[in-house]
C-alpha cells in the first residue's frame, strides 16, 4: 500500500522557521518526481516545490511566492522528501500536502500530474 506521510508543521512566528517532512513508502519513488502543495482556507491548492532526480543531479522548481525562501530536498534512499521553510509569513500559514509524480515535465506545476498524495500537515504562521 503506498502512502505518504508528513509531519513537521506546527505553529511558528512570522519570520520563523519550519522543516517539512515526507515519508513515502510502498514502493520506490526514485524515479518519481516529488512535490509539496499547500491549500489555505477558500483558496485553491497552491504549488510549492517539486525535485526530480536525473541521472546526475536533482532538479528543482518552486512557486513564485516561495522562491528564495523555501528549499526542497530527498534523502539518500530518495523516499523521503524533505522542505525547508524559512522567512515564514502569515500568507504561508495553509495545510502542506506532499505528492508524487511519475513524470518530470513542463507541467510538473499542476495538481493533476501527481499520481499519489499524503494527508496533509497545517502549517500557522501568526505571533
Known amino acids: 500500500q503506498v502512502q505518504l506521510v508528513e509531519s513537521g508543521g506546527g505553529l511558528v512566528q512570522p519570520g520563523g522557521s519550519l522543516r517539512l517532512s515526507c515519508a513515502a513508502s510502498?514502493?520506490?519513488?526514485?524515479?518519481?518526481?516529488m512535490g509539496w502543495f499547500r491549500q489555505a482556507p477558500g483558496k485553491e491548492r497552491e504549488f510549492v516545490a517539486v525535485?526530480?532526480?536525473?541521472?546526475?543531479?536533482?532538479?528543482?522548481k518552486y512557486g513564485d511566492s516561495v522562491t528564495g525562501r523555501f528549499t526542497i530536498s530527498r534523502d539518500g534512499s530518495e523516499n523521503v522528501v524533505y522542505l525547508q521553510m524559512n522567512s515564514l509569513k502569515p500568507e504561508d500559514t495553509a495545510v502542506y500536502y506532499c505528492?508524487?509524480?511519475?513524470?518530470?515535465?513542463?507541467?510538473?506545476?499542476?495538481?493533476?500530474?501527481?499520481?499519489?498524495w499524503g494527508q496533509g500537515t497545517q502549517v500557522t504562521v501568526s505571533s
Open positions: 505528492a508524487a509524480a511519475p513524470i518530470w515535465g513542463p507541467n510538473i506545476n499542476r495538481d493533476s500530474v501527481y499520481e499519489y
Open positions: 525535485i526530480w532526480s536525473g541521472r546526475s543531479a536533482d532538479y528543482t
Open positions: 510502498g514502493r520506490t519513488f526514485r524515479s518519481y518526481a
